[in-house]
């Protein structure tokens, strides 16, 4: 049953209601009710427990015996994947880099893809455009015209 299952799995990991309330995103009293076998959770909720104890949502409802999901295996997942770009195979460090962006949640993945999109947009224009040169040519420090190790020619807006 759902609710014994929830107050083994609390039990198990040490953590009050109040706690694991706060850590999936719901109120104190959503846990208990859960746990008296009162209301269930709905998708997002058992999605967030689901991630929170380590096990499948199938384990939560009873689907599934197997209580603990087994670790995320990069390897796995680069091989399932077939990670390649512009048809050449990636080399470990970026098939490293694109399993892991895969398996953060999307908000994590937003916020990745937004700063390299930025470095990426800054290398490219060459600009070396921040607020901190902003604040360094009101100093009167010089405002470098490449990046370190970079021997091209710098375009100075």
């Given at each position: ?23 999936v995103?719901?109120?104190?009293g959503n ?127």
């Open positions: 049953m759902f609710s014994e299952i929830l107050k083994d799995l609390r039990s198990k990991s040490g953590i009050s209601q109040g706690q694991l309330a706060k850590s995103g719901v109120s104190p846990v208990s009710d859960w746990e008296v076998g009162k209301t269930k959770p709905g998708y997002v909720a058992l999605a967030a427990l689901a991630r929170f104890f380590g096990v499948s949502a199938d384990y939560l409802l009873e689907l599934d015996e197997a209580p603990v999901k087994t670790g995320v295996d990069l390897e796995r997942v680069k091989l399932e994947q077939g990670l390649s770009c512009d048809g050449s195979p990636l080399e470990t460090e970026e098939a490293d880099l694109i399993a892991m962006f895969r398996l953060l949640p999307s908000y994590e993945q937003e916020d990745l893809f937004d700063l390299i999109y930025f470095k990426y947009k800054k290398h490219v224009e060459k600009k070396m455009e921040s607020i901190y040169w902003t604040y360094a040519a009101e100093k009167g420090k010089a405002k470098p015209t490449s990046a370190p190790g970079d021997d091209s020619q710098s375009i100075n807006a």
